[in-house]
């Protein structure tokens, strides 16, 4: 009987599943109660004038993106540095790495557009009357939510090139 081979297509959906499985039964999602009690501890020490003084927003804001950062960078180090065994034991089965990485960004794509949610739900809640400035391209708080995501995104992308 022959044997069915998976494509990259289907190595990558079967992959995704998995690392969501994961999510649920290893209780990763416990990263967006740190990402919250992070949030909550940036924002309680920035000042109160933060997006209407320039000295307060700069610092706030420096604060923030290196939360961002921090976050996006443990994402996925944690999670590849735990399966490197495995990767490498499915990899001489006929894993193609290309699709377990792209199922890794497409995970962690998820992953940080949620923590970017949480993120700029923090900031909203502390600095509700000081956002009512327009954006640059949409409204402040879509800005501030796209330019969190792109900051977590990014360095969690350079995570899993360092992984």
């Avoid at 993106?65 to 990767?87: D, H, P, Q, Y």
């Avoid at 034991?89 to 960004?105: D, K, P, Q």
């Avoid at 509700?128 to 327009?134: D, E, G, P, R, S």
Wanted: net charge positive; with cysteine.
């Amino acid at each position: 009987m022959k044997e069915k081979r998976i494509g990259r297509i289907g190595q990558t959906k079967v992959y995704l599943g998995k690392c969501l499985r994961l999510f649920v039964s290893e209780k990763q999602w416990i990263s967006f109660v740190s990402t919250a009690i992070i949030m909550f501890i940036i924002l309680q020490v920035t000042d109160s004038d933060m997006f209407r003084d320039y000295s307060s927003t700069k610092n706030g804001a420096f604060a923030i993106i290196c939360a961002c950062v921090w976050i996006g960078l443990f994402n996925s180090i944690r999670s590849i540095c735990k399966e490197r065994a495995i990767i490498k034991r499915e990899h001489r089965t006929g894993l193609h790495i290309s699709s377990y990485i792209l199922a890794h960004v497409l995970y962690e794509l998820m992953i940080c557009a949620a923590e970017s949610f949480l993120i700029i739900l923090f900031v909203v809640i502390r600095y509700h009357t000081n956002l009512t400035f327009a954006g640059l391209l949409f409204p402040m708080v879509c800005d501030l939510y796209l330019t969190f995501f792109l900051v977590t995104f990014g360095s969690d992308m350079l995570a899993i090139l360092i992984s």
